[in-house]
């Protein structure tokens, strides 16, 4: 009964290990967190913003990678070489936004929010003659 009892439990325990090992060991054993965290949200409604391209590069010249926002506004990064880096937001109907000087450190995880600004909220607060008699043209 007792060589039952050990049997049956190496063979539960022996996959678990299996499993636990090919997935990079147990906490804080090798296992990689995503170096940069963040999410994006619209300037005016803060609300998040889904579809947008965050590119990031080294400033020296390192290859260049793009990620996108969920339906939360959210995005990480795995595993980005140690550095100064460069973050570029870009999507259709907002401003591009551009943050340089973010230093990434080995083993630490970063979290950035950005706020984007979209080309409509720039209409309302430009005056302009001419482009008073276009809106009127509108009309």
Sequence with gaps: MRGTKVLLLL????PLSLVTRANGGAKGE?????????????????KPVQGVT????????????????????????????????VIILEKKGYK????????IKEGVSLKLNFDMSS?????????????RMLDGAKR
Excluded: C, W
């Design 11 to 14: 063979a539960v325990a022996l």
């Design 30 to 46: 090798g296992k990689s967190e995503p170096a940069l965290l963040g999410s994006v949200s619209d300037a005016s409604t803060r």
């Design 54 to 85: 965050v590119s990031i590069s080294g400033t020296k010249g390192q290859d260049r990678k793009e990620f996108t926002t969920d339906a939360s506004g959210n995005f990480k990064v795995p595993q980005l070489p140690t550095g100064e880096v």
């Design 96 to 103: 591009t936004y551009r943050k340089e000087g973010i230093i």
């Design 119 to 131: 080309f409509e909220d720039d209409e309302s607060d430009v005056f302009h003659p001419f482009m």
